[in-house]
Nanobody
Framework: QVQLVESGGGSVQAGGSLRLSCAAS????????MGWFRQAPGKEREFVAS????????YYSDSVKGRFTISRAKAGYTVYLQMNSLKPEDTAVYYC????????????WGQGTQVTVSA
């Protein structure tokens, strides 16, 4: 069974950094893209960053561009989100997502990890 397991959330002061990790498990898992989304209280889930597995192209929302970096491990389906210069408005539950091979959109989601940035 495919699972996405996230780690690395926590609390930090504004200007600080956190690194999120997401590892996919499942013998037959393969993906064309993996990414990160977030949902703040009372708001809809929004796109943060993504990476195409073939070629490694990366994409970012305007709100995090220049501050966040998505990367992947050399082996396996593990993706990271390095978050620098964090702001209170970055506070949200962060979700890892995967678009599996053959899927037309993100179809696997992690359980979410809380990121809290205090002023």
């Amino acid at each position: 069974q495919v699972q996405l397991v996230e780690s690395g959330g926590g609390s930090v002061q504004a200007g600080g950094s956190l690194r999120l990790s997401c590892a996919a498990s499942g013998r037959t898992f393969s993906a064309v893209a993996m990414g990160w989304f977030r949902q703040a209280p009372g708001k809809e889930r929004e796109f943060v960053a993504s990476m195409r597995w073939s070629g490694g192209s990366t994409y970012y929302s305007d709100s995090v561009k220049g501050r966040f970096t998505i990367s992947r491990a050399k082996a396996g389906y593990t993706v990271y989100l390095q978050m620098n210069s964090l702001k209170p408005e970055d506070t949200a539950v962060y979700y890892c997502a995967a678009q599996q091979t053959g899927a037309t959109q993100y179809n696997r989601w992690g359980q979410g990890t809380q990121v809290t940035v205090s002023a």
